[in-house]
């Protein structure tokens, strides 16, 4: 699968994101999305492959684009035999977020990255567009941490695993009244407490690397993006656990549908018969190849946003795949016209 795609898709990322950083700082989080997401559609739709949107930007009929189920890819026409080789015609899922962080980018702030996650057909949770409690903890801690212990327990064998004392550790928490006590928990535990607006992907990624000075994301996020920064982890063999959050009382924003026992009902006709199931890496990204890849739109832990000057822009990436075990860091100057200086600092 790699061969095929695994620098194209680079691309797919890079154009989302240049589309998206166009409209940094402009008020329009809507605007940004959408030219993100019609750019990203249309530099995948020129890959020779077979894929199907997993996880997108939500069901067909109030997603227009890169929706749930859609097939991208040249191989997904009817005459493809004519066209595309044997490999190029197996089926795979792809799980996207064309923005992440439409909040960051049209405010300017931090942390906001185009990004998608690609498996073999199955190899991605088809997650609901449900909450997910999460946590992502460095290589060193995975296997060792655990959701189910408290985040007093967890900073601690974060500090043992790191060799740091857990004063000397920083948690990436989402700014939401549903965090209060645990915020007040890691603060009492010793920890520091980052809080973001927006943009949970970044976090959990920044955990994956040594020298980003995140050392955990805890807390409730949404479950797609969930998927996305597990099969990343994955890739990275960090820490990721996420548990599925029915219960609109925990989330407090209302925004989870209408109660507790529909959601339950809900899971429940999508197969999921254990809503409390904790699941790690490898199950919500459960897959023999996965890659992940990721371009940033304003620049944040480990990507420079996109930074324009006259007749192009310049991009920085990260690919990471388990077939070939790297993560690739990719710094690419885009010429749109011929410009008249290509501006390297
Ligand atoms: O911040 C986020 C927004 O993502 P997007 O809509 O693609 O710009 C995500 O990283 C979060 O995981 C998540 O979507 C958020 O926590 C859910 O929203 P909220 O109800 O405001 O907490
Ligand atoms: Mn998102
Ligand atoms: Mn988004």
């Not at 040594?210 to 982890?233: D, F, K, Q, R, Y």
């Amino acid at each position: 699968m790699e061969n095929t795609i695994g620098l194209e898709i680079i691309e797919v990322v890079e154009q989302a994101a240049i589309a998206s950083a166009k409209w940094m700082g402009k008020g329009e989080k809507n605007i940004a999305d959408q030219v993100a997401v019609e750019a990203m559609r249309e530099r995948m739709n020129k890959i020779q492959m077979r894929g199907r949107i997993v996880i997108g930007e939500g069901e067909r009929d109030d997603a227009p684009m890169l929706y749930i189920g859609e097939e991208v890819g040249i191989c997904t026409r009817e005459d493809a035999k004519n066209f595309c080789k044997p490999d190029e015609l197996v089926e795979i899922d792809i799980a996207v977020d064309p923005c992440e962080g439409t909040n960051l980018v049209a405010y300017g702030q931090p942390g906001s990255m185009a990004v998608l996650a690609i498996s073999e057909k199955g190899g991605l949770f088809a997650a609901p567009d449900f909450y997910m409690k999460k946590l992502a903890a460095p290589p060193a801690a995975k296997g060792k941490v655990d959701i189910n212990k408290s985040a007093t327990e967890n900073l601690k064998i974060i500090s043992e695993c790191l060799g740091r004392s857990i004063e000397e550790l920083v948690v990436i928490v989402m700014k939401r009244e549903r965090h209060n006590d645990l915020i007040k928990e890691i603060r009492e535990a010793g920890a520091r407490v980052q809080l973001i607006s927006d943009g949970d992907v970044g976090a959990a990624l920044s955990c994956g690397f040594s020298g980003t000075n995140v050392h955990a994301l805890m807390g409730i996020g949404a479950a797609p993006e969930g998927v996305i920064s597990a099969a990343a982890m994955r890739a990275l063999g960090g820490h990721f656990q996420g548990q599925l959050i029915y219960d609109p009382a925990v989330v407090k924003t209302g925004l989870i549908g209408e109660s507790k026992e529909a959601n339950i009902d809900r899971l429940t006709s999508m197969g999921i018969t254990d809503p409390d199931k904790v699941y790690d890496a490898h199950e919500l990204a459960s897959g023999e190849t996965v890659l992940f890849a990721a371009c940033g739109i304003t620049s944040g832990n480990l990507m420079q946003g996109v930074r324009f000057f006259h007749g192009g822009a310049r991009t920085q990436s990260l690919v990471i795949s388990t077939q070939s075990k790297t993560a690739r860091f990719v710094d690419t100057i885009h010429m749109a016209e011929q410009p008249k200086v290509i501006q390297l600092h």
